[in-house]
């Protein structure tokens, strides 16, 4: 059924028509639009034998999903940004309990300085919390992939995070094909849990593990990430059958990755999330001035698709991953995946470090990063837009003076003195 909505919106009716048994609720910008529509649609009856449950944190709204994900209820939230980070501790708790917790993390930095703004920096300090990651491209993607998310999560009794770029793409409005009630039920059956706690069969969760076992039970997880990488694609064509269209909408999307014009491409941009759509403007635009370019859309991060990236990159000469977070010290967080991926083969990998804080990625920044690639004047780790201005009148600031202040202060009279 094609609306014209808000993605925001269309995440909730997508996520009602799952039927979760249990919603935990506490807002945060840029996710409280969506926990207000379901809230809507529960107190209007439209899911049936669903509990809305209002906490008074994050922290409090994993815990009530653990709790319930743990009786056998499908279950499900939603967060952002320092929300995600106040739940870390029973974060690692779903997906050490093996919980099939569906959540959506509308993408925004982390502070300080406070910034309420789109990046990646959330999700992806949490890449190793043992939770499945799928990024959307656009609302489309982001309703399809809440279906997905709750079949893979089922299937592996794993958690599974949906990552939807915030304000981007939350409080974006477009088409989108929302799923009928009738196929969902078809795609997604009633939920039977791999375990449950039963008071006919009493047993302790959680319970302390020692050094006799905890590396088997780690060990675990990684195996069931690897049987997600294995089953996502399968999950897809079957929604294709169902739903007759690709997810996302995408021709070739197989739940893994997307890809678009790497045909014989000498540059290929590697993202994740909102930015791609730009990306696909421009590489419109310069392939049709000659330039050979395309674009690799990573959908599951986590569990990371090496064979499916070193497929598609395995004969591209140079690669640019374009991420909007990074590792302070190091670098590129996405680029050491992709350069696993593609160890033993000889390509040039750059990082392109963009659109921090909501900072835009325009398509000049984009042509300029594809630009320079061709050029072989790309480094290996470079800050798209950086103001090397303003950052040399911060650094000769410390140089100079002791006491020279908070950072983020100074940058912004640095800016209005201007």
């Not at 569906?102 to 190793?128: C, E, F, K, L, Y």
């Not at 069969?201 to 294995?230: C, N, W």
């Not at 590697?270 to 690799?296: F, H, N, P, Q, Y």
């Not at 090496?306 to 690669?319: E, F, I, S, T, W």
């Amino acid at each position: 059924m094609l609306r014209q909505i808000e993605g925001s919106r269309a995440v909730a009716e997508t996520v009602a028509a799952c039927r979760p048994a249990v919603i935990c609720a506490y807002p945060i910008s840029p996710q409280t639009h969506i926990v207000e529509a379901l809230d809507e649609i529960v107190r209007l009856g439209e899911i049936k034998n669903c509990e809305f449950v209002n906490v008074e944190s994050e922290f409090s709204a994993m815990s009530v999903a653990i709790g319930a994900s743990a009786t056998g209820a499908r279950a499900y939230t939603a967060t952002a940004s320092q929300g995600l980070l106040f739940m870390v501790e029973p974060l690692y708790n779903a997906s050490g309990l093996g919980l099939p917790i569906v959540m959506t993390v509308a993408n925004r930095a982390i502070g300080a300085p406070i910034n309420i703004w789109n990046d990646h920096s959330d999700a992806m300090s949490q890449r190793d919390s043992g939770w499945i990651q799928l990024y959307a491209q656009d609302n489309q993607s982001a309703s399809d992939l809440h279906m997905l998310a709750f079949r893979i999560a089922e299937e592996v009794s794993l958690p599974v995070m949906v990552c939807m770029d915030g304000f981007v793409l939350t409080h974006a409005m477009e088409r989108i094909d929302l799923p009928e009630q009738e196929a969902v039920d078809k795609f997604l059956p009633s939920y039977v849990p791999r375990q449950i706690l039963d008071p006919n069969d009493p047993m302790s969760i959680g319970a302390m593990v020692g050094p006799e076992a905890f590396t088997e039970v780690r060990y675990l997880g990684h195996v069931k990430q690897l049987q997600a990488l294995e089953l996502i694609p399968g999950i897809a064509n079957e929604f294709e059958e169902i739903f007759g269209r690709r997810a996302a909408g995408e021709h070739d999307a197989d739940g893994l990755v997307t890809t678009y014009r790497i045909e014989g491409a000498q540059v290929v941009l590697v993202a994740l999330g909102s930015v791609i759509g730009t990306m696909k403007v421009v590489i419109d635009e310069m392939r049709e001035m000659g330039s050979k370019v395309g674009v690799l859309g990573i959908t599951s991060f986590r569990p990371f698709p090496l064979d499916a990236v070193r497929n598609a990159l395995g004969k591209v000469p140079k690669v640019v991953v374009v991420e909007r977070a990074f590792a302070p010290g190091i670098g590129g967080i996405v680029s050491s995946n992709v350069r696993t991926a593609l160890s033993n083969i000889p390509v040039s990998i750059a990082t392109a470090v963009a659109g921090l804080g909501g900072r835009p990625i325009t398509r000049d920044s984009i042509r300029g990063i594809i630009e320079r690639a061709f050029d072989d004047t790309l480094p290996e780790l470079t800050f798209v837009d950086l103001d090397v201005e303003l950052i040399n009148r911060e650094l000769e600031r410390h140089r100079e003076q002791r006491r020279s202040g908070p950072m983020a202060e100074n940058l912004l009279r640095d800016l209005g003195s201007r």
